[in-house]
């Protein structure tokens, strides 16, 4: 009989993905998702998995029965949304975490591989004597919303770890490639979309900015990796999973040569201009000498199956709210404000039908 996992998020970005590869191992799959983006991150397993609609942040204990393992990569996943309510952030993040890990604990789930990010680590641009490799014996003390709710919910699992519960941590760096619940507000992504829809890409502060990045479906395999290996490896264990660090202009210059490959000449335009960036390089030596992990999707092979598959699946109408986080959330909260008044969009108010 196959292992069953709870994937909570299972139908966002990461989930989806992470959704298919468990399948193809012949794991048996519960998803626990609210759907914010709909299910057509599962349109090509929908008959394969057991699809739990609902909050994580109001689980039930019935959520984990004959459940073997779980993976959560649920919550706010991005700054912008997480800044733009805070609150909601700390609850789906930190505090839901939490109470899923008690919930394994009373329910005998003893391993629980969370979400992490290697945001944690950011310390912006401007001070070359801080521009070393971290590693997660790095101190850390993230204060954005986002990174400092995942840095908090680490730091609550970790201390819950013992003989009958296996906490594991996965930092990511930024994430790239096509998934079917697709987003174009990631890096690569984002130069992806507008190589397509401009034919050039802009790069910010000049693109000097370094960042740890790993394509979506060695995500996948990283998180199965953690599932897979013995207890005694990843318990209470905190991992950072990258393909390389890169700077954001050697990223725009990588995706033009593989829209070259393709027969398209992209232009790149930096902007001087000053924002608010991230910058940070991770090492992630821990998990390659530890599980033997190795994320293997180049850029340039990730950008050609990204073209490869907007086109078939038709996602190249760009400018649709729901391909960026925060664009999609505050469409459902204008239109949950406009239904509170005037009840269903098309039915007569006050019908039973």
Same mark, same amino acid.
């Given at each position: 009989?196959?292992?069953?996992?709870?994937?909570?998020?299972?139908?966002?970005?990461?989930?989806?993905?992470?959704?298919?590869?468990?399948?193809?191992?012949?794991?048996?799959?519960?998803?626990?998702?609210? *759907?914010?983006? @709909?299910? &057509?991150?599962?349109?090509?397993? !929908?008959? $394969?998995?057991? %699809? =739990?609609?609902?909050?994580?942040?109001?689980?039930?204990?019935?959520?984990?029965?004959?459940?073997?393992?779980?993976?959560?990569?649920?919550?706010?996943?991005?700054?912008?949304?997480?800044?733009?309510?805070?609150?909601?952030?700390?609850?789906?993040?930190?505090?839901?975490?939490?109470?899923?890990?008690?919930?394994?604990?009373?329910?005998?789930?003893?391993?629980?591989?969370?979400?992490?990010?290697?945001?944690?680590?950011?310390?912006?641009?401007?001070?070359?004597?801080?521009?070393?490799?971290?590693?997660?014996?790095?101190?850390?003390?993230?204060?954005?919303?986002?990174?400092?709710?995942?840095?908090?919910?680490?730091?609550?699992?970790?201390?819950?770890?013992?003989?009958?519960?296996?906490?594991?941590? *996965?930092?990511? @760096?930024? &994430?790239?490639?096509?998934?079917? !619940?697709? $987003?174009?507000? %990631? =890096?690569?992504?984002?130069?992806?979309?507008?190589?397509?829809?401009?034919?050039?890409?802009?790069?910010?502060?000049?693109?000097?900015?370094?960042?740890?990045?790993?394509?979506?479906?060695?995500?996948?395999?990283?998180?199965?990796?953690?599932?897979?290996?013995?207890?005694?490896?990843?318990?209470?264990?905190?991992?950072?999973?990258?393909?390389?660090?890169?700077?954001?202009?050697?990223?725009?210059?990588?995706?033009?040569?593989?829209?070259?490959?393709?027969?398209?000449?992209?232009?790149?335009?930096?902007?001087?201009?000053?924002?608010?960036?991230?910058?940070?390089?991770?090492?992630?030596?821990?998990?390659?000498?530890?599980?033997?992990?190795?994320?293997?999707?180049?850029?340039?092979?990730?950008?050609?199956?990204?073209?490869?598959? &907007?086109?078939?699946?038709?996602?190249?109408?760009?400018?649709?709210?729901?391909?960026?986080?925060?664009?999609?959330?505050?469409?459902?909260?204008?239109?949950?404000?406009?239904?509170?008044?005037?009840?269903?969009?098309?039915?007569?108010?006050?019908?039973?039908?």
């Amino acid at each position: 009989m196959s292992r069953k996992i709870l994937l909570v998020g299972g139908a966002g970005y990461v989930g989806s993905v992470l959704t298919h590869e468990l399948l193809e191992r012949g794991y048996a799959v519960r998803i626990l998702d609210r *759907l914010y983006f @709909g299910d &057509i991150g599962l349109r090509d397993h !929908r008959d $394969r998995v057991e %699809l =739990v609609m609902g909050d994580m942040r109001r689980l039930e204990s019935d959520v984990l029965k004959d459940v073997d393992a779980v993976i959560n990569v649920g919550g706010l996943s991005n700054d912008p949304t997480a800044e733009y309510n805070p609150k909601a952030n700390y609850e789906m993040n930190t505090l839901a975490a939490k109470k899923l890990a008690d919930l394994c604990v009373a329910n005998g789930v003893r391993r629980y591989i969370f979400a992490s990010s290697c945001s944690i680590y950011d310390r912006g641009v401007g001070d070359d004597s801080r521009d070393v490799l971290l590693d997660e014996e790095t101190t850390v003390d993230p204060r954005a919303a986002y990174s400092g709710s995942k840095r908090e919910a680490e730091k609550l699992l970790l201390d819950m770890a013992g003989t009958d519960f296996c906490p594991v941590i *996965l930092r990511k @760096g930024t &994430i790239y490639g096509f998934s079917p !619940r697709m $987003r174009y507000d %990631l =890096v690569v992504n984002t130069f992806v979309k507008d190589a397509l829809s401009k034919g050039c890409l802009t790069i910010h502060y000049g693109g000097e900015m370094w960042r740890p990045l790993v394509e979506v479906r060695d995500v996948a395999r990283a998180y199965i990796a953690c599932l897979r290996a013995d207890e005694a490896k990843v318990k209470e264990q905190i991992f950072n999973v990258s393909f390389t660090n890169f700077r954001i202009s050697e990223l725009a210059l990588r995706v033009r040569e593989a829209f070259r490959s393709l027969g398209h000449d992209i232009d790149i335009r930096p902007d001087y201009g000053y924002r608010g960036v991230r910058s940070y390089r991770v090492s992630s030596a821990k998990i390659q000498r530890v599980l033997d992990f190795h994320p293997k999707v180049t850029v340039e092979e990730s950008v050609q199956h990204m073209v490869e598959q &907007i086109r078939a699946y038709g996602y190249d109408d760009f400018s649709n709210p729901r391909y960026y986080n925060i664009h999609w959330m505050r469409l459902l909260e204008e239109a949950q404000k406009v239904i509170a008044v005037t009840g269903s969009v098309f039915e007569t108010p006050g019908s039973e039908e």
